[in-house]
């Protein structure tokens, strides 16, 4: 908060000045004496804030408590901290009344005519304490009542996409929804002033238009530099932006005799290397400009100097008109059409998002991809582009893109979420490894450091010992349903089937969309014969996350057990129409039709499968298990031989076993 640009008192004005720029200490101290010196609502809250940013969220919390102040900005800063202290039911209690009308839209008129001009921030605590409550219904209105008041909070739409919603971005990320404390003139203020070296270019790079800046136009779409830069490769020289050749010619025969003026007054007039927009290279001006004695010269040498200095006149003032350009249009970019420029990009992310959260990843990834250049090319952007190609299980682009995003912000790792995960899944043993070591150095606060570092010992089979980081990866973060999944899927690799399903149900509390869980829950039941409540799971899991392929595979799978062959067939062939070489489904559809006896058909399946992958041991076993049932021996035998040498360390035992049964 920039109070201190407001702030009469001087003594208030110097502990805002150093919350400001970091002195917490001091403004702490200061604080204290103030408080003591004047109490009331404005120290206060200026103490408890001191706190706050320190990180000393229950001594603010005692205070605020303590005080019983009936200020709104004392109760937003204590529901805030009943927030981190997770007393939910506290932070409740003092955002909104319990007496008269209980319903929401009572409660958010309530909050509104309290709270005013922070209403939009209040009414987003309020949805989040909600939605850790697990009322869901109270959550989701609220953050729709929030986002319409405030639209760069953009948190609210952000957790709407998260519980399923499918709003429409349009309707709330418009200037008309801005809250009244912003700037609304057209003079530049702040906001030009932060976007003034921001390059605004097409996000196509095939499509280098250059424009002027119109609040229409989507943010990062628009010139802010002066210089254009060639439409083509065949070394175009462009003219400068909102200038003809024939102004440019005009303009710089005006200035021409000032110019010469000043070359002949010994005035530089080169620029550094690098500064001309017709070449790389320095301007190099004659000696000869820089005296008085050309008289004394032949004719073909001053006929020679004269066109030096004529070129370079045109080059120095083309430049100097196009800067003054650029100029003109910063001092006309204006806070509302810097303002609108935000909600344009808004509303492309929020699309974005909300496909992604729908698992529309395909869809997601096209609409991000969109997006200007240096948006797109930002981490938070990369990494749900990764997520995305997770989704879709194609692990190997999404590590590629998650690498990208961990050198570009290698201190962030609330971005790598599942960047360990696709390493376990391609094993890569060594990246994994490197990657928690460097996680580790940057973030040991961060849940997604230890779900990295657990991720790395269960690629080792070292099962305990991942599960002790994962626990630590849930401690850090109460509310992380990824860490719970993954701790669920360590007890469940080493059969503590109970402590397994608690996680899972943990993770499904936390999150009812997490799919994960459902997944894990499913497995669980299919480990113990609960064929039903395994299909029940598995196809709840479907429901939320249609896209992944991976999931019809667990349901054939399950359809199988229970006998129900041709419903499992079904089910294949419907999700291979969608991911035609999905190794786990064409691998599921050759042992159905294995149990239909059309063995044939499973060999084609098979061969199939073998060109996508070859390596595979699992591969050759069910071939060989095909031959024998069609009594051809030595094939069945020739199979089962390679099966082994693809798997020397008998990870699946099942091979030998079957080895040992047709020998016998």
Request: with cysteine.
């Amino acid at each position: 908060m920039m109070g201190c640009c407001k702030e009469k008192d001087p003594a208030k004005a110097a502990v805002w000045h150093a919350l400001n720029y970091y002195a917490y200490e001091d403004a702490s101290f200061l604080a204290e004496r103030l408080f003591l010196e004047a109490k009331g609502c404005e120290t206060l809250y200026l103490l408890a804030t001191c706190y706050y940013r320190q990180e000393r969220i229950s001594e603010a919390y005692e205070l605020l408590k303590k005080s019983h102040s009936t200020s709104p900005k004392c109760r937003l800063l204590f529901a805030q901290c009943c927030l981190k202290l997770n007393r939910l039911h506290e932070g409740e209690q003092i955002l909104v009344s319990t007496s008269g009308d209980s319903s929401l839209p009572a409660l958010e008129s309530s909050v509104t005519a309290e709270f005013q001009e922070l209403s939009g921030i209040c009414l987003n605590v309020l949805a989040t304490i909600y939605r850790r409550c697990h009322r869901l219904e109270h959550a989701v209105y609220f953050y729709r009542a929030s986002l319409k008041r405030n639209p760069f909070l953009w948190s609210n739409y952000a957790s709407l996409c998260e519980a399923g919603e499918k709003d429409n971005p349009d309707e709330y990320f418009k200037t008309t929804n801005c809250p009244s404390f912003l700037p609304q003139t057209s003079s530049p203020g702040a906001l030009s002033e932060i976007t003034n070296d921001i390059n605004l270019v097409s996000s196509n790079p095939g499509d280098k238009i250059y424009q002027t800046y119109s609040p229409k136009c989507a943010f990062g779409q628009a010139l802010a530099h002066s210089t254009p830069v060639p439409t083509n490769n065949n070394n175009q020289i462009p003219t400068p932006v909102h200038c003809t050749p024939d102004q440019l010619r005009n303009h710089n025969s005006n200035h021409r005799d000032r110019v010469d003026e000043e070359a002949g007054s010994g005035t530089p007039g080169s620029r550094k290397q690098g500064d001309s927009p017709f070449s790389g290279n320095k301007v190099r001006r004659s000696s000869r400009l820089m005296t008085s004695g050309r008289n004394t010269k032949s004719k073909e040498n001053d006929r020679k100097a004269s066109n030096k200095s004529q070129r370079s006149n045109t080059n120095i003032m083309g430049e100097a008109f196009k800067k003054s350009s650029a100029k003109d249009k910063t001092s006309k970019r204006s806070p509302n059409m810097i303002i609108s420029s935000l909600m344009s990009l808004f509303c492309q992310m929020g699309h974005a998002y909300q496909s992604l959260c729908q698992y529309e990843c395909k869809k997601a990834v096209q609409l991000f991809n969109k997006l200007p250049k240096h948006h797109y090319s930002s981490g938070w952007v990369l990494s749900q582009c990764a997520r995305a190609f997770y989704e879709m299980t194609e692990y190997t682009q999404a590590a590629r893109l998650y690498q990208s995003v961990h050198q570009n912000e290698s201190a962030r790792c609330s971005n790598l979420t599942y960047y360990g995960t696709c390493l376990w899944y391609t094993q890569r043993e060594v990246e994994l490894s490197a990657l928690a070591h460097e996680m580790l150095e940057a973030n040991k606060n961060s849940p997604e450091t230890w779900c990295a570092v657990g991720n790395c010992f269960s690629l080792q089979k070292e099962h305990e010992t991942a599960i002790k980081f994962l626990e630590r990866a849930v401690v850090v973060d109460p509310e992380f349903a990824y860490g719970y999944t993954l701790l669920g899927h360590e007890y469940n690799f080493i059969d503590e089937l109970d402590d397994a399903m608690n996680c899972y149900r943990h993770a499904v509390r936390i999150d009812p969309r997490h799919y994960n869980a459902w997944y894990g829950i499913g497995q669980i039941y299919f480990k113990q014969e609960k064929h039903e409540l395994a299909l029940c799971h598995f196809r709840k899991a479907q429901s939320i996350n249609s896209s992944n392929a991976a999931m019809p595979a667990h349901i054939a799978v399950v359809l199988n057990a229970m006998k129900r062959h041709k419903e499992a067939l079904k089910v294949l062939t419907a999700a291979l129409e969608q991911h035609p070489e999905h190794p786990l489904c064409k691998f599921h559809r050759a042992s159905t039709l294995l149990c239909l006896e059309r063995c044939d058909s499973a060999l084609e399946e098979l061969d199939q499968l073998e060109a996508i992958t070859p390596t595979e041991s699992l591969i050759y076993f069910l071939k060989a298990k095909i031959h024998r049932k069609m009594g051809n021996s030595h094939l069945a035998m020739m199979h089962f031989s390679w099966a082994m040498d693809l798997d020397p360390q008998g990870s699946n035992n099942h091979i030998k076993e079957a080895i040992d049964k047709h020998l016998l």
